[in-house]
């Protein structure tokens, strides 16, 4: 297939780039602790896009000749009827070396999600009910070529977990609802099992929190939905060339103790990969510096746009509805990769030690704050008062409050962990533990 | 032809209890522009889904390569590897449909200059105000062709058109940011784009996201809420329609299980799921098992009727068919998914309701919902709110989350507005398989509601 479009490609266009993908899924759902639905699907497309004055788009499963000749012929089209942009296709630079595959699932990912199922099923306590599963491989392989001589392949591995575990104690009927993606299936060990099954017995007794203005603990992947949703927004060259952020380079946004990395080269981060979207090699970029913002990343478009490099921030990946297969139907888009946040210097032990009244939340319905104004006002669905320096009661319901901006500038504390997690709204993080201080929570 | 090559696999499949094949094709077109970027954008995709049961257990091949030997052989493979097994699932009598949804203005025949012309003026007039410092401007089209046959004999065609127009607008004060949204989506063609009153639209959008730079906090707790069409749907949908989803009820994950047959809200409240409604993004002839599209009464006034099913759960619940069940795309299993799922309007006008009032707030346009199907709660937030004080609206509110338990929320509406309205949109089983619906409904005023 990749011939027959380079070669048609050539054909009508002088300059365009080509995005290759194929992926095999492998998956078995599971309902009732019981296996329902074997899967295996081979998936494999390509986007092309054309500069001819604007820079014009198409993309397509259907490998026919006419359908291939059919998708380069929009996007010649779709180039000639935008206005005329500033754009050239990046030429091949040295590529970092990144860790990105799990030897387990690559080649044979229907084995690795049977095993993790067989095993799942195994540590699963018997007064659990797994409600539903769903365990998935992703095995992929892209190639971006372009016609500046660009030829660059990469392969990765993704693993995704969504399991409901219910608990029935004296009649009350509680869950935990996780739904995780990582790289390899060891970043997700059976001990996170063993949490999650805790969290959901802790939730029987949980109560509504009162209403208050109190401290509150995000975990990592809460705190990746939280600011990951909104500093990603803001920290964008799109988004300063736009006039749509609220921060510029070289002011104090944060307190000193936050610090926060565009990790493209992050081992086994979710975003990881020797190059973006668009073949430019992927850095790591710092965006927030001791509470001081520092850069903006940059696509290929909005660099030039903006008289700077790109920063290998191009990338074909959405919010909420995440792409692992499928990317070539998307154009790249400017946006931040694995979202890191600088480990600060307190266990997480120490850092719950120190709070004599706070709420830590493990879990949000859904933490989706307004990515322009920072506003947020989610529901508790899994949580604790801490009390004393102690993990207290459970709680659940009522509402945590705020705005990222104004939280940003009342941190208390850092854990001394960050960890690969994802999130319901960002995909890729690299978080520890935050506390923030006077965050508003509405309850009883 | 793709459907010699179904028949083939269907012949295969016949060594199985049950079987289906699916193929998908989709042509789809956008036009956009912000203040940096014109985009036009065309795709196409191909796919097929094989799927088989055995002893309960769901089969799925997907391919998008059409390679007719290797597509035979995986299947082959996979029948004699499963085995006939039987399975607990509605079997029918096999019925044939060839039917295609005709839009009245093809957008494919409106150039493509023409399209982006109209985009960059629309694109300049929300622009003129200085306070606007950036806008979204789309329209996207798209026609999705699905041909169905199973192992009963079934063989069904059709093919559904959709269009969407969407601006969004950022307005900016200092640091102050700000902004707003109006959307059209549908099944139909450019004649609804000719529909929209844009100079309004415009004007509501723009006017709206400027005042919100000014818009107050609202002090979370406990208030008489009147909310609006866009969020009655909203909570029909996400907060109470999920836990409908009869396979919910199989995994033991529904807060309704036991509630069938019993008053459960405000006999006020009566809720649709309703996948023949014409011209929504939720309509089809034909659900992904080949069942019938057909207007669920899911609640009526009050008591809940019936649950929403597939193939598998309305034989383990001893139910009829709904024609819930529906997938992303060829890739992705098929599940108990709601439509066009909506509240039936009542008997008040919106400006009694508010005269009626005497103090609270008046909640605007829906941005995000998460079901909870076991528990039952509500995660919502919303755009903005009105302030309402002695039945007269009062200031303007930033948008604040709706939380709470959706029963003893739906059970305190005490009033419901005789006007109606539905927005298309998307929806995702958790945070995956996203598929068309719309959700709409009346004005509803409830007391007593968490907000914040």
């Known amino acids: 297939m990749k011939e027959e479009i380079i070669s048609q490609t050539k054909k009508f266009a002088k300059d365009y780039d080509i ?38 788009f198409s993309a397509s499963n259907v490998k026919s000749d006419e359908a291939i000749k059919q998708t380069i012929l929009n996007a010649i089209k779709s180039a000639e009827m935008t206005e005329k942009v500033k754009f050239e296709f990046p030429r091949q630079e040295k590529y970092p070396e990144v860790e990105a595959i799990d030897k387990k699932i690559k080649n044979k990912g229907d084995e690795a999600v049977r095993d993790y199922v067989e095993q799942l099923l195994n540590e699963i306590p018997k007064d659990v009910l797994l409600s539903f599963g769903k365990v998935r491989t992703y095995d992929n392989s892209t190639n971006v070529i372009n016609s500046e001589g660009l030829d660059v392949r990469g392969e990765d591995t993704s693993f995704m977990v969504e399991l409901s575990l219910i608990v029935n104690k004296n009649g009350v009927r509680m869950e935990f609802w996780p739904h995780e993606y990582r790289r390899r299936i060891q970043d997700l060990p059976m001990s996170e099992i063993d949490k999650w099954v805790r969290i959901a017995h802790d939730q029987t007794i949980a109560k509504e929190p009162k209403t208050e203005k109190t401290t509150v603990v995000f975990s990592p992947s809460t705190l990746l939905d939280g600011l990951g949703t909104v500093i990603g927004s803001h920290a964008t060259g799109a988004a300063k060339v736009n006039d749509v952020t609220r921060v510029s380079i070289g002011e104090k946004i944060a307190s000193e103790k936050l610090t926060i ?25 710092p965006i927030v510096d001791s509470g001081v913002f520092k850069e903006f990343v940059y696509d290929q478009f909005y660099a030039l746009k903006d008289n700077t490099k790109s920063t290998g921030n191009g990338l074909r990946q959405s919010d909420v509805f995440y792409l692992f297969d499928g990317k070539y139907g998307v154009e790249p888009a400017n946006q931040l990769s694995n979202f890191y946040v600088k480990p600060g210097d307190v266990s997480y032990e120490d850092l719950i030690e120190d709070i004599s009244h706070s709420i830590l939340v493990e879990q949000f319905s859904w933490l989706n704050p307004d990515p322009v104004t920072g506003n947020f006002s989610s529901e508790i669905r899994a949580g604790y008062y801490i009390k004393n320096g102690e993990i207290s009661e459970p709680i659940k319901g009522g509402l945590v409050i705020g705005n990222v901006f104004d939280m940003i500038k009342k941190i208390d504390a850092i854990s001394d962990k960050s960890v690969i997690t994802s999130g319901g709204n960002v995909l890729a993080g690299v978080c520890p533990y935050i506390s923030f201080k006077d965050v508003q929570v509405a309850g009883k | 032809m793709i459907q010699d090559l179904m028949e083939k696999i269907v012949d295969i499949l016949g060594n199985t209890y049950y079987g289906d094949v699916r193929s998908e094709k989709i042509y789809s077109t956008g036009v956009g522009k912000n203040k940096s970027e014109e985009s036009i954008s065309t795709g196409s995709s191909c796919g097929l889904c094989v799927r088989v049961i055995s002893d309960n257990k769901w089969y799925y091949l997907g391919f998008d390569t059409i390679n007719e030997e290797k597509i035979l052989d995986e299947i082959q493979k996979l029948v004699e590897r499963v085995e006939k097994k039987k399975s607990s699932i509605w079997l029918q009598d096999p019925w044939e449909l060839d039917k295609e949804i005709f839009v009245k203005e093809d957008p494919e025949k409106i150039s493509v200059e023409e399209r982006m012309s109209t985009i960059r003026e629309i694109f300049n007039q929300t622009m003129a105000n200085k306070k606007i410092v950036n806008a979204d401007v789309g329209m996207a089209n798209a026609k999705r062709e699905t041909i169905f046959m199973n192992t009963e004999g079934s063989k069904l065609r059709q093919v559904l058109p959709s269009f969407k127009f969407a601006i969004s607008v950022t307005s900016k004060e200092g640091k102050k940011l700000e902004g707003d949204y109006f959307v059209l989506a549908k099944q139909g063609g450019y ?14 959008v723009v006017k709206s996201a400027i005042a919100m730079l000014d818009a107050k906090q ?20 996400e907060s109470f329609g999920h836990g409908l989803e009869a396979d919910q009820v199989m995994r033991d994950r529904s807060y309704l299980t036991q509630l069938k047959g019993k008053k459960i809200i405000s006999d006020l409240v009566s ?16 659900d992904n098992e080949g069942i019938r ?16 099913h597939d193939r598998q759960s309305c034989m383990l619940m001893q139910s009829e068919p709904t024609g819930n069940a529906r997938a992303q795309d060829f890739s992705r299993k098929v599940f108990v998914r709601m439509t066009n799922t909506y509240i039936s309007p009542g008997d008040w006008t919106l400006k009694e309701l508010i005269e009626d009032t005497k103090s609270g707030y008046y909640l605007i346009k829906n941005l995000t919902g998460m079901e909870d199907p076991l528990g039952g709660n509500m995660q919502m937030s919303t755009h903005r709110a ?53 959700s709409g409904g009346p004005h509803m005023r409830v007391r007593d509601a968490v907000i914040g």
């Not at chain 1, 981060?269 to 073949?279: A, C, N, P, Q």
């Not at chain 2, 599209?293 to 929403?308: E, T």
């Open chain 1, 19 to 56: 995005y290759l993908q194929s992926t095999e899924v492998n998956e078995i759902q599971l309902e009732k602790n019981r296996v329902n639905f074997v899967s295996k699907t081979f998936e494999s497309g390509y986007g092309i896009r054309v500069l001819k004055g604007g820079l014009g």
């Open chain 1, 261 to 285: 990395i565009s990790d493209g080269l992050y081992p086994y981060g979710l975003m990881t990969s020797e190059f973006d979207d668009e073949g430019i090699p992927q850095k790591r970029i």
């Open chain 2, 191 to 204: 004649e609804l784009f000719r529909q929209i009153n844009m100079e309004k639209e415009i004007d509501d």
């Open chain 2, 218 to 237: 609202i002090q979370g707790g406990r208030y008489d809420i009147i909310v609006d069409p866009e969020i009655s749907g909203v909570i029909a949908h």
């Open chain 2, 271 to 286: 809720i649709h799921d309703n996948s023949t409604l014409a011209g929504e993004k939720g309509t089809f002839f034909f």
């Open chain 2, 293 to 308: 599209s057909r207007d669920n009464l899911l609640v009526d006034r009050g008591i809940l009727k019936q649950f929403m």
């Open chain 2, 386 to 438: 009105m302030g309402i004080k002695n039945g007269e609206l009062t200031g303007l509110f930033k948008g604040v989350g709706i939380s709470g338990k959706v029963l003893e929320f739906l059970n305190n509406v005490d009033a419901v507005t005789n006007d109606f309205d539905i927005r298309g949109g998307g929806c995702g089983k958790g945070h995956e398989d996203y598929v068309s619906v719309s």
